[in-house]
């Protein structure tokens, strides 16, 4: 397993959930990490927590010269070297099928898709100087059938496909690609999608607990070592791991 420290780690969507718990988790490791997200204020609050091996840049997947700006300052915090994209900025949109709007959807697989594989575009020749990687972040969504949540799973679902075509494309330059699968972690996401105020969006995710093999939803730590895995496997390419408490498994007591 390849060492974290000294790595320079790009984390987007860093300035809340899973992002922000796995910059501290890397700059706990000794890494060079430098977040990414739209709003300035989270992503500054955050950098400074985690002090001076953090650094934010604030910026919209979405954006060209937004994309080429994270990429850039994660090059220059890590000395001239990036080891590892998180592609982890993304957004949850729902609805029933009659009822999506075209715009939104064009939204969701641009933030949640796109920005990922022109991110990776501009990362490939720092990732190969590095023998580095990709993370993308898939979710639980491909495994267990959420009515109304087409838009957001079908964004999962191709992430998941981008694992094993990438990992293909990108293996004889000796970069790695990954992906990870959480099940249920509490985050802004839920929220953020419209999907009621923070206790409302807690109170549901713990209604799912009983759904998981494990008994309950997971931490933002725990799908932070999951990452780390990830970043250090050196003969581990084109993967999705579940880390997901067994919610995937659909368990059914008949
Ligand atoms: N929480 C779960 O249960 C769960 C399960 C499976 C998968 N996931 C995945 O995990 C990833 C992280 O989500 P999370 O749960 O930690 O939720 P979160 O706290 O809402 O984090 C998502 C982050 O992405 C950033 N982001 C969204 N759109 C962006 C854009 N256009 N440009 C730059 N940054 C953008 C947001 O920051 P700004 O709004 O400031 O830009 C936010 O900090 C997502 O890809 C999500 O789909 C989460």
């Known amino acids: 397993m390849r060492p974290v420290e000294g790595m320079s780690i790009l984390i987007t969507g860093g300035g809340s959930g899973i992002g922000a718990g796995t910059a ?26 985690m002090g001076p091996n953090c ?26 070297r990036l080891d590892a994209l998180l592609s982890n900025a993304g957004n949850m949109y729902r609805g029933p099928i009659d009822q ?13 898709v796109v920005a990922g594989m ?9 990732l190969e100087q590095t023998k580095g990687c990709v993370v993308f972040v898939g979710s639980v969504h491909t495994q267990r059938a959420f009515p109304g949540a087409s838009p957001y ?11 094993r075509v990438l990992a293909a494309e990108l293996g004889p330059a000796g970069i790695r690609v990954g992906c990870i699968r959480p099940g249920a972690v509490f985050t802004e996401i839920n929220q953020r999608a419209g999907l009621g105020d923070a206790d ?10 009983s759904a998981h093999a494990l008994g309950r939803i997971g931490t933002v730590e725990e799908i932070a ?30």
Request: charged share 25%.
């Open 200 to 209: 409302a969006a807690y109170q549901r995710l713990l209604g799912l607990g």
């Open 24 to 49: 501290e988790h890397f700059v706990r490791l000794g890494a060079k990490v430098t977040i990414s997200g739209r709003r300035q204020d989270k992503i500054d609050a955050e950098a400074s927590r």
């Open 118 to 126: 022109m991110l990776t575009g501009l990362a490939k020749p720092y």
């Open 153 to 163: 799973a079908a964004t999962k679902g191709a992430l998941e496909t981008l694992t």
């Open 225 to 254: 070592e999951a990452y780390e895995y990830l970043v250090r496997a050196e003969w581990t390419t084109g993967n999705v791991l579940t880390v997901d408490g067994g919610l995937g498994l659909g368990v059914t007591n008949a």
């Open 100 to 112: 999506l709007d075209e715009q939104e959807l064009l939204n969701i697989f641009h933030t949640n």
């Open 55 to 80: 650094r934010g840049v604030a910026g919209d997947v979405t954006v060209d010269t937004d994309r080429r700006k994270m990429i850039a300052t994660a090059v220059e915090h890590g000395g001239g």
